[in-house]
């Protein structure tokens, strides 16, 4: 089983409407999470972080965790073309950090 | 200032070349990363250096070589280079191990093209 999971295919989705991604782990010891956002040519970079049960938000940002699931997810309301992208969820444990392969979001105008 | 620069930004050699990729923070951290980011996107961690030592070595063979001359620059050099070494190859850095390694900052990435 893969460290962290990430199997939704390309997202598509009208602007204005609410993106969500999901992402689940296999270590039940993790305690951090995080997603991060990789522009086409770009190099990734954070945009949201969680560490407890609940939901965390940020502007039209909001992560998601429920541990006893091992499952984390992201929100992205009022989606914006400038929202596309590929969205990596994380999640950290022996002194590293391990990525999802990544969900490809599309905002169409 | 670029707080992760990594040099070169892209490489296109042959097979069986040996090349190297250099990468520099100017942040302050302890920790250092190379991350490998196939085709497919995934994002694989390689090495780890905290403050010169070697923390992290996952399964990576051992024509890829890692150097940490001190805290704020890790090389990788990558000997005999095959097809499948294609790929963007990611420094990052963190302030340190453990729940410091939680947020890293990325270099731009390396594109490596193996011909």
């Known amino acids: 089983q893969k460290e962290v999971e990430q199997n939704s295919g390309p997202l598509s989705v009208p602007e204005g409407a609410i993106a969500s991604l999901n992402c689940t782990y296999s270590d039940r010891g993790s305690q951090s999470f995080f997603w991060y956002r990789q522009y086409s040519g770009k190099s990734p970079e954070l945009i949201m972080s969680i560490y407890s049960n609940g939901d965390k938000e940020d502007g039209r940002f909001t992560a998601q965790l429920n541990k006893a699931s091992q499952y984390v997810s992201l929100l992205i309301r009022d989606s914006q073309p400038s929202d596309s992208a590929t969205y990596l969820c994380?999640?950290?444990?022996?002194?590293?950090?391990?990525f999802g392969k990544g969900n490809q979001v599309v905002v169409i105008p | 200032d670029t707080a992760v620069s990594q040099t070169p930004k892209y490489l296109v050699t042959q097979m069986g070349n040996d090349k190297s990729i250099k990468c520099e923070q100017n942040l302050g951290h302890d920790t250092m990363y190379w991350y490998k980011q196939d085709s497919k996107k995934f994002l694989k961690i390689m090495f780890s250096?905290?403050?010169?030592?070697?923390?992290i070595n996952e399964t990576v063979p051992n024509r890829f070589s890692p150097k940490s001359p001190d805290k704020a620059h890790l090389n990788l050099h990558i000997n005999s280079l095959e097809l499948g070494d294609s790929a963007v190859y990611f420094c990052a850095s963190s302030q340190g191990p453990g729940s410091g390694a939680n947020v890293l900052t990325f270099g731009a990435g390396s594109r490596l093209t193996v011909l």
């Open positions: 250096y905290n403050n010169k030592e070697l923390i």
């Open positions: 994380a999640v950290s444990g022996n002194n590293r950090l391990a």
